[in-house]
C-alpha cells in the first residue's frame, strides 16, 4: 500500500511538472498578446480596385474572387467602380448580369452601384433592376440610351445623377444645382457625421432615402437600413429640412439615443424617428413657442417614435421621447489677464470641448476651474447643465521654475535608488513568466496532495 502510495505521488509530480511547463508556454505569451476581436459589420462600400477585373484599357469585365468573396454575406452593399474603369463589356456592369450569382451566397438584402465620372462609355442593359448613384450630372453621350433599362424586365433602374460619395454617405445635388441633400448612408460607426458642405456647396437636406429596385422587388430604401450600431448623428448647422421618416429604424438605427437638432432646421416632417425606440431625449436648439406646439414648419407629429390605434378610446395615439428645446449653454473662458479665448455653445447634457491653452507674460498657464481655483474642472466626464464661466489658473514663471527643479531633484533621488542593471532587465520578465507556471504547478500539487492524503484514511 505504501509502495502504491509512493507510485502515486510520484505520478502526480510528474504531472505536475509537465502542468508547470505547460504553463509557462502557454500562459506565459497570452499575457503579452494582444487580443483581436474583429465583428462583421452589415453595411460595407466595396471600392477598392483589387475587388475589380479591370483590362489595360480600363474595361471592366467582372469581379475578382477576392471582391466576391469580400462582397459575400453582407445586408447593405454599395458596389464603387474604381476611377480606372472608362467602360464595360455588355451585361457585366452589374451582379445580377455580369457574374450571375457567381458572387457566392450572399444574404445582402439592398445593393447599390455608384458609377464615377471616368466612366465614358455603357453598352444597352448595363444595369437593370438596380439602384445607381451617378457622378455625372447628366448621361454622357457615350453611354447608350438603354443602358439602365432591361427590356424583359419590369422595373427599370433608379437612377440619380449629380452624385458625391464622402466618408461612406452619398449625397445628391438639387435641382437647381446650388445644394446637396443626404440621400443614403452605407457607415455603420457609433457616430456617423453629415458633411455641411460638399464642393462649396452646401448640405441643405436630409432626405428620408431613394427608390430600391432590384429583380423581384420595387419598394423604398430609408436612409439608414441596417445601420445598427449608430447611436449619434451629428447634423450640420447647414440643414434646412429634415424630411419625414428620415431616420427611420425600420432594418437600422435600432442604437440612436440621442441627437441634436441644429436651429438652422425650419422644416421638418412626419415622424422622423419612427421606432427608434432607444430615443429617450432629442434635444433641439430653436426655442419652443409654446408647450406640446411645434415650431412653424414642423409637422406636429415630428418626433412619434410609435403610433397605434386605441380601439376602446377610439382615436390614433403616439409616444414621443423627452424634447430640450433652447438646449444651447454658453461656456465664457475668463483668462484673468491672458490671452483672449472664444466662448463655446455646449448642448445640455453634453462636454465642453478644452480649448487652446491661453497665453500670459511671465505665466504659465496650469487648467481651468469654476469656483475652487484648486479643482481642475474636467472637459472629458463634466456634462454642461447650465451657462458656466471657467476661469484660467496661472502660476508665475518664477515659480514654476522653483517647482521644476524640486521636482527634478525629487526624480533623480528616486532614480538613483532604483536603477535596474541590464541584466536584471532581461532576467526579471523570464523568472516572472516562469514564477508564474511553477506557482501554477505547485498549485496543483497542493491540490493532488490533499486527493492522496484522503485516499491514505
Not at 242 to 257: D, E, K, P, V
Not at 410 to 437: L, Q, R, Y
Amino acid at each position: 500500500m505504501q509502495k502504491k502510495s509512493i507510485f502515486t505521488i510520484l505520478g502526480v509530480m510528474l504531472a505536475v511538472v509537465v502542468a508547470s511547463l505547460t504553463m509557462v508556454f502557454a500562459v506565459g505569451p497570452m499575457v503579452s498578446a494582444d487580443s483581436d476581436v474583429s465583428t462583421q459589420s452589415r453595411v460595407i462600400v466595396m471600392d477598392e480596385e483589387r475587388y475589380f477585373d479591370i483590362d489595360e484599357n480600363g474595361i471592366f469585365h467582372g469581379y475578382t474572387e477576392e471582391g466576391k468573396a469580400y462582397s459575400d454575406g453582407y445586408n447593405k452593399l454599395l458596389v464603387v467602380f474604381p476611377d480606372t474603369v472608362t467602360s464595360s463589356c455588355d451585361g457585366y456592369a452589374q451582379a445580377g448580369n455580369g457574374v450571375g450569382g457567381g458572387w457566392g451566397s450572399q444574404n445582402y438584402s439592398e445593393i447599390f452601384y455608384f458609377i464615377p465620372n471616368s466612366v465614358s462609355y455603357l453598352d444597352s442593359d448595363s444595369f437593370s433592376d438596380s439602384t445607381v448613384f451617378c457622378e455625372a450630372t447628366e448621361k454622357p453621350e457615350g453611354w447608350d440610351d438603354c443602358w439602365d433599362v432591361d427590356p424583359n424586365s419590369d422595373y427599370p433602374c433608379a437612377t440619380y445623377f449629380g452624385c458625391v460619395l464622402c466618408d461612406g454617405i452619398v449625397y445628391g445635388i438639387s435641382d437647381d444645382g446650388l445644394s446637396y441633400s443626404v440621400l443614403a448612408c452605407f457607415k455603420n460607426e457609433d457616430t456617423v457625421t453629415i458633411q455641411d458642405t460638399i464642393d462649396g456647396k452646401p448640405v441643405t437636406a436630409i432626405c428620408s432615402g431613394v427608390q430600391y429596385m432590384s429583380p423581384f422587388a420595387q419598394r423604398y430604401a430609408y436612409l439608414f437600413d441596417y445601420c445598427d450600431k449608430i447611436s449619434g448623428i451629428d447634423i450640420p448647422d447647414s440643414i434646412t429640412n429634415i424630411y419625414g421618416y428620415a431616420f427611420y429604424n425600420r432594418s437600422g438605427l435600432s442604437s440612436l439615443n440621442s441627437i441634436i437638432i441644429p436651429d438652422s432646421v425650419i422644416d421638418v416632417g412626419y415622424g422622423i424617428f419612427k421606432d427608434c425606440s432607444k430615443l429617450t431625449k432629442v434635444y433641439c436648439e430653436t426655442e419652443n413657442p409654446a408647450p406640446n406646439i411645434a415650431p412653424d414648419g414642423w409637422s406636429d407629429y415630428w418626433n412619434a417614435v410609435r403610433s397605434y390605434y386605441a380601439q376602446e378610446e377610439n382615436e390614433p395615439k403616439y409616444e414621443f421621447p423627452d424634447v430640450i428645446w433652447n438646449c444651447n449653454r454658453t461656456i465664457t473662458f475668463n483668462t484673468d489677464g491672458g490671452s483672449v479665448v472664444e466662448d463655446q455653445k455646449v448642448c445640455v447634457d453634453h462636454y465642453a470641448v478644452a480649448p487652446e491653452n491661453p497665453t500670459r507674460e511671465n505665466y504659465v498657464f496650469q487648467y481651468w476651474y469654476t469656483t475652487d481655483e484648486n479643482t481642475p474642472f474636467d472637459f472629458e466626464h463634466e456634462q454642461v447643465i447650465d451657462n458656466m464661466t471657467l476661469t484660467a489658473k496661472w502660476e508665475p514663471v518664477a515659480s514654476q521654475n522653483n517647482e521644476n527643479q524640486n521636482n527634478n531633484e525629487v526624480a533623480n533621488n528616486e532614480t538613483s535608488n532604483n536603477v535596474i542593471s541590464s541584466d536584471e532587465k532581461k532576467f526579471n520578465p523570464v523568472m516572472a513568466w516562469i514564477g508564474g507556471g511553477i506557482a501554477a504547478g505547485l498549485g496543483l500539487l497542493g491540490t493532488a496532495a490533499i486527493v492522496v492524503t484522503k485516499r491514505r484514511k
